[in-house]
């Protein structure tokens, strides 16, 4: 039976934190993962558009094999500057690879951007960026429990004609095992099912995350072509990034199978998804801290198919938990909560 984690959150898996840092003006933020000691990753991108930093160096066959930290961040390739600050806030506390012998330890931190530039917020940031700043405050703000929505990398965010947000899940199954999932949703596609109010996850949902709205039968005969509920001219102001982590204690190679897995969860919740407009991308971490028995690819297929459903589900939580801001309507304000 896979169940919820206490939280609900993807701090469920333990030796996780995650820290948010916003400004209401720019209409932008950033999210960060921090690892209590330095965690497998890797990375699997299927959008057109990515924007991204360090992540040539999570492919298992690169020498790095893990990280201290990633970074969701708004800002498009201005939000490329988040993980320094967080870069910098854990070489102070001593963090990081040793390359060689008396050089400066170095902090893995990898990070992905989307687009929120044009939804109306204050973009007029002098000569500095604001990202680097947001990164060391997101990482500064780094904890067990952390709000949803318009918060972090979700601050700016839209998916569809609907504001997107940041939304998180977890789930424990009956061995043991923790699987989470944080994702800032900012799709050109649509997160609900045409003619309905239910979202396209809403088999996956878990007590009522994100509203309880299933379609009513006979469900809707609706177009196969685009769905109308998208952000139609506004192409190209789009990207979902995501993480997912679990306890289990992998290899990179075996973390890769997972990730591709679990980029499965796009397309279980947002329609159309991974288009030339979309930088969509997945990180997966992994935190080693419970051995795997049995058979290991069945165990990695079973806990890629729920770290998928957890993507789909943490893509559904953001936007119903977003708030309205500026262009786009709260999937609450449309349909009013629950």
Request: glycine share 14%; charged share 20%; aromatic share 6%.
């Amino acid at each position: 039976m896979i169940k919820p984690g206490k939280r609900n959150l993807i701090t469920d898996v333990e030796g996780l934190n995650i820290g948010n840092a916003q400004d209401a003006m720019l209409m932008s933020g950033t999210t960060v993962l921090i690892a209590d000691h330095t965690a497998t990753a890797v990375a699997d991108i299927r959008g057109g558009a990515p924007g991204t930093r360090d992540v040539e160096a999570l492919d298992p066959v690169s020498l790095v094999a893990g990280v201290d930290a990633i970074v969701l961040s708004g800002g498009s390739a201005f939000g490329l500057d988040a993980p320094s600050g967080v870069q910098s806030w854990l070489r102070a506390k001593g963090r990081g690879f040793q390359i060689a012998p008396g050089a400066p330890l170095v902090p893995i931190v990898s990070g992905a951007i989307l687009f929120d530039l044009a939804n109306g917020g204050n973009k007029d940031w002098g000569d500095i960026p604001p990202y680097r700043d947001l990164g060391l405050r997101a990482a500064e703000n780094a904890s067990l429990d952390f709000e949803l929505g318009n918060v972090g990398a979700g601050m700016g965010a839209a998916c569809g004609i609907y504001k997107g947000g940041l939304g998180s899940v977890s789930s424990v199954t009956s061995d043991g095992f923790t699987v989470g999932a944080i994702c800032a949703a900012n799709a050109v596609g649509s997160p609900v099912i045409p003619g309905t109010e239910a979202f396209w996850a809403y088999p996956f949902e878990q007590n009522g995350e994100f509203g309880s709205r299933v379609p009513k039968a006979p469900l809707p005969v609706f177009d196969l072509d685009l769905p109308g509920d998208m952000k139609g001219g506004r192409v190209g102001e789009n990207t979902t990034i995501a993480i997912v982590a679990t306890d289990a204690a992998l290899t990179q190679v075996e973390l890769k199978r997972l990730a591709i897995m679990a980029t499965d969860g796009f397309p279980r919740a947002i329609r159309p998804i991974h288009t030339p407009f979309d930088g969509d991308l997945l990180f997966a971490v992994s935190t080693g801290r419970k051995e795997l028995t049995g058979p290991r690819p069945a165990a990695i297929m079973r806990l890629g198919m729920i770290a998928g459903d957890c993507i789909a589900r943490a893509i559904a939580r953001g936007v119903y938990t977003a708030e309205s801001l500026g262009r786009n309507k709260s999937y609450r304000e449309i349909f009013g909560r629950a």
